[in-house]
Each structure stands twice: as C-alpha cells, then as structure tokens.
C-alpha cells in the first residue's frame, strides 16, 4: 500500500518478511511514489496503474523495477541501480509540466542546442541496470523536452524499446549496453531537431531499428522512423547497425543541430552537414551497416571518417536533400570522408537526391551500384577523390545527373559503366566532364562499352587524362557529347561551341577499344597516350572536332591489316588526315613504324609517300608564291621515287630515258651534215672539234652520258646538238639530276631508316 502523504510504502499485515516482489494491479496511485535513496531488496511491479504524480526512485536500489500498461506523468531514475531488469512496458509517459529535481528546476544538462536544460519525461541519467532496460510498446512523451534522457546509462543486458514512440528528444550520450539495442518499428518525433542522440555509445550487441522479424510480431509490421536527426558520432556497436527500411525525416527549416557547425556555416566551411538525417562521424561498427531495402531519408546520411568492419549495405534505399542554392550549397545525400569500410559498398538500386561524397574513402570489398539513380544536375553528383576500392567499382545501367567525379581513385579490378546515363554534368569555367578519372589507377579494366539495355552516354565527355589502366579501356558504342566551353573566344561573342567529348591524354592502358557508337560530338585528346593494342572504328576518327594524336603510341591493331588488303591502308591514311584537320607528321610515323614492326614493310612505305605528300601540300599553302613550285617538286619526287621510299622507281625512269633517248638520237638526224663548209662532219653527226673527228657516234652511250651528272663517258659536249636535239639533250640532262639527287636522297633516308 502507499501512503498518500508521505509516499512510503506500509508493510501488509502478516507479509513474509523475504518476499522479493512488491506488486500493485488496477490502482489509481495518489501522492508520490517516493523511493529517492532507498535500498530495497524488492522488485518493484505495477500493472494497469495510474499515478497521479511521477515515481521518484532517484539513487535508489531496488531488486528491479516493472511497469506494464501503465500511466505516469514522468519517471525520474536518475543514478538507479536495479539487480534485474528496468521495464516500462506497453505504457504510456506524458509528461505535461516536466520533471524537475530536488531543488525543483529542469534536469540540468548541456545538451545540443545551446546548452539550456530541459526536463525530462523519463531521466535514467547515469543509471546502472544489472538486467536489461525494456520499453517495448509504450509511448513517451515531452514535447518541450527530452522523452527519454539516459545520458551514461550502463545497461549489462539489452536496451529493448521496440515499437516504443516518443515525442521529444531521446538523449543517450555514452549510453553502455552489453546486448542489443533494439528499436525495431519504433517511432521517435523531435520535430526541433535531434530524435536520437546516442554519441559516444557502446552498445555490445547489434543496433537495431528496422521492422520486427516476422514471427516476432504481434501487430501489423511498420517501419522504424525518426522526425528528426540521429546521432551516433564516436559510437561504437560491436554488432550490425540495422536501418533497413527506416524513414528518417528532418525538418529542412529546422536549427542547425550542432551549436560548432552555426559558426561554421556562417564562414562558409564546405565540410558541415549542418541538418544531417544521421551523423555518425567517427562510428566504429564491427559488423554491417544496412541502410537499404526501403530506407528513405530527407538530410544526409553523414558517416565521415566512420570504421565498418563488414559492409556498408545502400541498396534500394532512397536519399533525397533539398537542393542548396548558394556555395557551399550543403546539400549531400551521404557523406563518407575518410571511411574505413571492410567489406563491399552495396548500392544498387539506390535513389539520391544531391551529392555522394565520398573522398578518401578505403573500400575493401566492392563497391556495387548497379541500377542507380543519382541526380545533382550541374553540380557534382559523386565525388570520390583519392578513394581506394580492393575490388571493383561498378556503376552499370545506372542514370546519373551530374558529374561523377573519381580523381586519383585506386581500383585493384575493374570499374565498370556499362550502359549508364550520365547527363547534366557541373559547370565549369572552362571544361565540364560528365565523367572524370584523371590520374585514376585501375588493376584491370575500365569499361565505358554498352550493355544488353543500352548504350553509354557521356553528355558532357570523358576525362581519363593521366590513367593509368592495366588491361583494357572500353569505350565500345558509347555515345560522347561535350558542352561548350564557357570560356570568352577573345572577340567578345561568347563561349566556343564544342568542347572536348574525350580527354585521353597521357593515358596508359595494354588495350585501348576505341569503337563509339556515333562520332564524338566534340574534340577527341589522344596525346602521349600509349596502349599495346588498338582496337577502333571510323566513328572514332570522324570526331566533330577532330583527333589530337601528338605522341600517341601503340604497338598492334587488334585486327591486323593484310598484307594484301591495300583499301584497308588507304582508309586508314583518310582518317588520319580527317581526324588532325591539318598536318602533322607523328601519326603517320607511328602508323608506319607499327606495319613495319608487324613485317608490312609495303604498306609502311605508303604510309610514308603520304605522309610526305601531305608534308609538301601543308609547305605549299604555307609559301603563297612558291606554292606552285613546291607542288611541282613535290609530284617529281612522288613519281620518280616516292619520295625517296621507293628508290628503284628511278632506276626504271632512267631506264626509260635511256631508251627514249637511244631511240630519239639513233633515228633522228642533225641538218649541220647538210652543211660541210660550217660544221666538222663525222659520221652521221658533227663533232664540235676537229680532233674529235676520230669519235664513233653511239646514241646510246651519248643518252648514259647526258643522264649521269658528273661523271663523263667521253660523250657528252663533243657532239655537235642543233635545233630540236638542244633542247631535248638539255632535258636528259636535267633529268639526270633529278634522279640522282632524288635516289641519294632515297639512299640516305634508308639508311638513316636501318
């Protein structure tokens, strides 16, 4: 019984003096329950009461302490210890005018929002709990205060508040349980910010709040949801963290949660969440951390320099935070600076709204974000700079608004996108990528190539200037799409139409698939890039911009020209010179120095004719008044032989000469034999000497002797040449030059060559 004055409680006549339980059923209870101080060795049982003013067991000792299906106007527990177990179970706490404490004021506490103290419906402050604490099913309210306030409690069993609802803040900083913490289908409202503060627990067990296993359920299953943030910085759950199917909602308009980050946004720090739907830095989980299957957010899920022993589970969840509209913009979805995560990343199917930053992140697993919807547009949508992932980054048939940004991520496999949109990249002052790996490592490949859905589409390009990929790169049927440049033209009308749809420079890879879907709208980078094999297709060198090529090396074509396949080496000359939109002579160097080294010597040689074609057609637009006679020495090289590549041309032309020339002074006859009295007649022709009357004429030796400069076979300007014989033994003569300078130019180019 309880006296209603003095709240103590009176002995029933005739009670066995070692009864352990004290128990009271249907009682409306009048005064005050007011055990503050007392050790007793009873438990302490009351169901289906009502009491009139909160039980008061403050520093108290009792065997254990049960409510079920009862009503209070507040508990104050503050430094209980109880032997067995805490249970407030099915009942309801609502705390109208707040609990106060001996000297009659708010539960003084410094807390978030500025430090005030707030009172409390249920004060379990530095509690020590022998059993577990239970307040499974019942509702907890202070709507001006905290509905539950636990900061320190030490729990040596389980924490077990499944479908418990709450209006007011649950305060449990530095909570200790040796079990579970068990919030399944629970509902915590703080509409002023913060639902749940547990920083600094330790809980032994898993941390649970998501819906009841099935045969655990009594009720029709819900979901776990919070109005409000959940703070979990500097926990540390040796268990799994368990939110699948959680709704956590924040009001947008609320205060900032954290007095440091008021400041903060104030001079503009980009590293604040100022209205986090999770903050959890510093969270240490051994196990999992399941944030999918039906989790939806409104404010960022923020884990940044977080320890997870297994693996960090997203999939089929759902992050959307209001869009920022101003630098720094604050609006994340997940934020995972610096994370430490064991196992794999599994996103797929995830719907985010905002940003996922995820810098200096260490993956040991995978990260795995199949199907996902991420949109940021124009701005960066995933920025993962210097991250190192073990295994593989998987990104496939996933649409993306925004730009992915994965600067210097080190990747142990593969990094894959097949099929995947990625549309309304950042704007930049001067380049936008929708894709950008520069100085990326890869282990193994990097796939940019169709999948069994769709086609890949940079819209804004592809940066992978400075990769470095160990197998292959597979841009197969990809559609790449630059923006303008933003930056001025100099004549004051605007940006440049057309950017760079693929940066490609210095990037190194064993194969390089270069086979897109359409052509490049925009420039096409390739300079120093190296690759062992090439593999492309017309479409590539068709880019709307062209193709810088400067320095690009590779050893092979994937598909080898054959020997006899002329037309193959013609087409690929074409492109070449389509894709420079200019001359420049390192492209058809390596494109030879490749057919020779592959033994098509004879296509290595066309190669070079055309290069050195171009060569002089280039010098000839360039000279204006000389153009002429640079074309001209240019065809007399190309037909006589091929720019020196083809040496034996000019043994054929002499060759011909010499029969031209045989033929031309053999039947042909000189009119000075007419005329005796002016002319020294020998033969059928004129000497130009009387000595040389002893000369047998030879036309053939006479045609060697005019097409040979230098040397003199005894011929040549003995002879007397009138009238037409003039001028065609001055042109033998010319030509004789030309050969030769042309064949020991061709001399000396073999063997500069060898």
Partial sequence: MIDPKTGGILRRKGQRANAPIFQREGCYITGTLDLRGAELDYLLRFTNCRFENPPDVREAGLLGLMFNSCWLPGLRARNLHSKNDVRLINSTVRSERGSTDSAGTGTSTAVLDGGRGRRAAVNLTDAVVDGSVVLAGSVIEDAAGYALHADRIRINGALLAYRMTTTGEVWAPGLRTGGNVNLAEARLDNGRGVALNASGAV???????????????????????????????????????????AWITINPESPVAVDSWSGAMSSGDPEIDPRPAIAADRLRVDGNI??????????????????????????????????????????????????????????????????????????GGNVLATNVGLHHPGRDVLAAPRTQVSGNINLSDSVIAGTVQLQAVQVGDNVELAGTQLTQPAQRTFRSYSLDMRTARVGRDLVLSRSESANVLAEGGVNLD????????????????SLPERHSRGDGRGPRAGGTALDASDLVAEELLMAPHEPPDGRVVLRRTGCGTLDDNSQLWQATRGVELEEFRYDALRNPIDLEDDAEVERRIRWLRDAMQGYRPGPYDQLANMLRTSGNEEHATTVSIRKEQYRYEALARGSRMLGPGVRLWSWMQRAMVGYGYRPMRALGWLLALLV????????????????????????????????????????????????????DFGNKGRWHMGGVDKWVATGFTASGWVLATTVAAGITRALRRQ
Avoid: K
């Avoid at 039906?294 to 404010?299: D, E, K, L, R």
């Avoid at 034999?673 to 040389?692: I, K, M, Y």
């Fill in 203 to 245: 809980v032994g067990g898993l941390l649970v709040c998501e819906s009841l296993p099935h045969s655990a359920r009594s009720a029709p299953s819900r979901a776990f949801t919070a109005r409000g943030s959940v703070f979990l910085s500097h926990a540390h759950v040796h268990g799994d963290v368990l939110l699948r199917g």
């Fill in 290 to 363: 399941e944030c999918g299957d039906g989790f939806v957010s409104n404010g960022t899920v923020r884990m940044v320099n977080a320890v997870v022993g297994g693996s960090l589970h997203l999939a089929r969840g759902r992050i959307a935070v209001r869009r920022g509209e101003a630098p720094p913009y604050y609006d994340r979805a997940l934020h995972l600076d610096g994370s430490d995560i064991s196992g794999d990343i599994q996103a797929g199917g995830l719907i985010a709204e905002g940003q996922l930053r995820l810098g200096d992140l260490r993956v």
């Fill in 466 to 481: 400075g990769a470095v990929v160990t197998r292959r790169v597979s841009i197969d049927g990809a559609r790449l799409r």
């Fill in 660 to 711: 031209a020339g045989s033929l031309w002074f053999g039947l042909g006859t000189d009119d000075c034999v007419n005329h005796p009295e002016r002319f020294q007649v020998n033969g059928p022709r004129c000497v130009v000497n009387v000595d040389d009357t002893g000369l047998e004429w030879n036309p053939v030796l006479h045609t060697v002797d005019l097409l040979v400069p230098i040397v």
